[in-house]
């Protein structure tokens, strides 16, 4: 059985400077860092973007310019209200490699959105079950959040000897709303 016990995820946005087009070169300069930090492994390393919600039509261009670049851009996180923001919680998968399966359940989820205080998120939190065919790495499934208002699936591979770690994203859509979460994971037994 693999457990894993932390999940990171990056949706990132700051809505506390006052010069918008300033907050949009702090944006492009992080997304800069990011595609060069996820350069130096990107079979593994993934990242999301930060969206300018102050000035969408900058926030759509950004995406627009690193999704047409960059691979390893796995997504951004919208709320229903427009805003991006930054999410962390906790992440458990067991993996039943007899029937190959993984339960994936994350937990104790919260959103910040100027990375100094943190709230409560239990909506972002999410349950699903993966499975992967016998003589493959890579594995998939669906996932939902504990109300079923956000829905959609996951995709990931196994890695090292043994299959010892896991990495893997996902992308979970409201069908009534704007709000997606889309966030990135890995684990190491």
């Known amino acids: 059985m693999l457990t894993v016990s932390a999940l990171n995820q990056y949706y990132g946005g700051s809505h506390i400077l006052r010069d918008v087009g300033f907050e949009n070169a702090l944006y492009r300069a992080y997304h800069r860092w990011v595609v060069d930090f996820c350069a130096q492994a990107p ?15 900058s926030g759509v261009a950004e995406l627009k310019y690193w999704a047409e670049r960059d691979p390893n851009l796995v997504g951004v996180y919208i709320s229903p209200q427009g805003q991006s923001a930054m999410a962390a919680g906790d992440l458990s998968v067991n993996a039943n490699f007899s029937t190959r399966s993984l339960a994936f359940s994350s937990s104790a989820t919260s959103i910040t959105l100027d990375a100094r205080s943190a709230t409560a998120a239990p909506h972002l939190d999410l349950k699903g079950t993966l499975s992967y065919a016998p003589n493959t790495n890579s594995f ?50």
């Open 43 to 57: 079979k593994r390393l993934k990242w999301t973007l930060v969206a300018n919600m102050r000035d969408v039509p």
């Open 140 to 189: 998939s499934g669906t996932l939902a959040n504990p109300g079923g208002t956000l829905s959609g699936s996951s995709q990931g591979k196994f890695y090292g000897p043994a299959a010892q770690e896991l990495g893997g994203a996902f992308t979970v859509k409201s069908s009534t709303t704007v709000e997606t979460f889309t966030g990135a994971y890995g684990a190491k037994r």
